[in-house]
């Protein structure tokens, strides 16, 4: 699309379904309302929900007809009450939808800077993954320099992000993965320990390595047996914070347990809670982890990116596992 045309490049969702339903379509370019900018794309990024919102199974809700809840580009509109933004300034963004397209709507209050040294691709990243970190290692977990994390699938895009910051603020990181590879790019990245789930028992590894104590937090996006087993590898007051169940959510447990423990389970989603909320979310995020990356001690995992006219290619990458770290859509 060319800087005066009305119309723009977006894959839509077809019908809930495989990553076959995502198509291309040719849509008018939105306009910003009040407290809105407009994006040009350079970059946005996948994320777990918008498989399921492929799937029409997030939330139970239905899915928006163009997925992306992140992107990384230049404003080139701003809406009416937006004081903080101007046109030509180039950001990162947490959306409420509408990622996949050659421009996107975004709430000017959920806008990020690009950090210094970071390219636009790179920052697409960045979003999603640092507010869900946040959100639920630190705000419901809890967690505490010199606490000891675990992270469930520590290769993923969230995963890489929580085990760079926690470790940057002073905790001690224990990862789960599912190859020898994965392990070392987690420890890598700054985990004590990497675990891989196909040969070893993280519960047992957990527990030898901790002398028995277990670990303080819990980042929990496997769901199934692991909510259980979770619990046992739990430290007394312990926190394991649910964000997502691959595995399933219907468990048989022990809540007797729970209370021995002293323990708190919680979980969160990103995508129902408030604008005001993920505005405040969006600038904590900006005190706390922006710091981190402009200095060097976060950055953004990027496995692949690929063209947004191969959306529906990204997608069956993603659902094969075999990413570290974050995958991206590109405009060209």
């Known amino acids: 699309m060319n800087e005066f045309s009305k119309t723009m490049t977006a894959i839509r969702i077809s019908e809930p379904g495989g990553p076959e339903v995502l198509q291309s379509s040719v849509r008018p370019v939105p306009h910003p309302s009040h407290g809105e900018v407009l994006i040009k794309v350079k970059a946005a990024g996948l994320n777990g929900a918008d498989l399921s919102q492929r799937r029409g199974r997030y939330g ?157 937090v819990i980042l929990e996006m496997v769901g199934g047996d692991y909510l259980p087993r979770g619990l046992d590898a739990l430290a007394s007051g312990g926190r394991q914070v649910i964000i997502a169940m691959r595995k399933g959510s219907k468990v048989e447990f022990d809540f007797a347990q729970v209370q021995a423990k002293g323990a708190i389970l919680t979980g969160s989603r990103l995508g129902p809670r408030s604008p005001c909320e993920k505005a405040r979310l969006v600038a904590t995020v900006r005190r706390a982890i922006w710091p981190l990356i402009e200095e060097g001690r976060v950055k953004p995992i990027i496995d692949r990116a690929f063209p947004l006219s191969e959306a529906a290619n990204a997608h069956a990458y993603m659902e094969t596992g075999k990413h570290v770290g974050k995958i991206l859509l590109a405009c060209e």
């Not at 806008?111 to 869900?132: F, H, K, Y």
């Not at 004590?192 to 901790?210: C, G, M, P, W």
Request: with cysteine.
């Open 60 to 216: 139970g809700g239905k899915a928006p007809e163009v997925l992306g809840l992140e992107v990384a580009g230049t404003i080139t509109k701003v809406g009416s009450g937006v004081t903080e933004w101007r046109e030509g300034d180039a950001v990162c963004a947490l959306l409420n939808n509408g990622g996949y397209a050659e421009y996107a709507i975004a709430p000017a209050a959920q806008c990020l800077p690009i950090p210094r040294g970071m390219d636009l691709v790179n920052a697409a990243g960045l979003p999603e993954a640092c507010v869900t970190v946040w959100l639920n290692v630190f705000e419901l977990g809890g967690l505490k320099p010199g606490e000891r994390l675990l992270v469930h699938g520590g290769a993923s895009g969230i995963g890489s992000m929580a085990i760079q910051v926690a470790r940057a603020l002073g905790a001690q990181v224990y990862a789960t993965a599912g190859s020898p590879e994965k392990c070392a790019r987690c420890v890598e990245l700054g985990a004590h320990l990497a675990i891989n789930y196909k040969t070893e028992d993280f519960v047992e590894v957990v527990k030898r390595e901790t002398s028995g104590a277990g670990v303080d």
